[in-house]
Nanobody
Framework: VQLVESGGGSVQPGGSLTLSCAAS??????????IGWFRQAPGKEREGVSC????????YYGDFVEGRFSMSLDSAENTAYLQMNSLQPEDTADYYC????????WGQGTQVTVSS
């Protein structure tokens, strides 16, 4: 399994970014699979951002998301997306794609910086 994130960058507060996670060797439609996003800010522990259970499409977000982020899957392209709106400086972190089947796989991460 290989997960490749892209789409990170620098934005001003209130801005938007869309992260992509291209997955190979991982099926988005199988039972007991899940794919999600985590983030890790400097000096902080890694925390869950969002997760989709590929079996039933159930979707979870971290409490801090507060409706600002939206995760989606394109099964045909085997790509997961994280649309992030209303970004704030506290969203600055490395964002990682995570997949479970139920073995766990991680991408290399993409950096998001929110600063004026």
């Amino acid at each position: 399994v290989q997960l490749v994130e892209s789409g990170g960058g620098s934005v001003q507060p209130g801005g938007s970014l869309t992260l992509s996670c291209a997955a190979s060797g991982f099926t988005f439609t199988s039972d007991d699979h899940a794919i999600g996003w985590f983030r890790q800010a400097p000096g902080k522990e890694r925390e869950g951002v969002s997760c989709i259970n590929t079996h039933d499409g159930s979707l979870y977000y971290g409490d801090f998301v507060e409706g600002r982020f939206s995760m989606s899957l394109d099964s045909a392209e085997n790509t997961a997306y994280l649309q992030m709106n209303s970004l704030q400086p506290e969203d600055t972190a490395d964002y990682y794609c995570n997949a479970r089947d139920p073995n766990e796989y991680w991408g290399q991460g993409t950096q998001v910086t929110v600063s004026s």
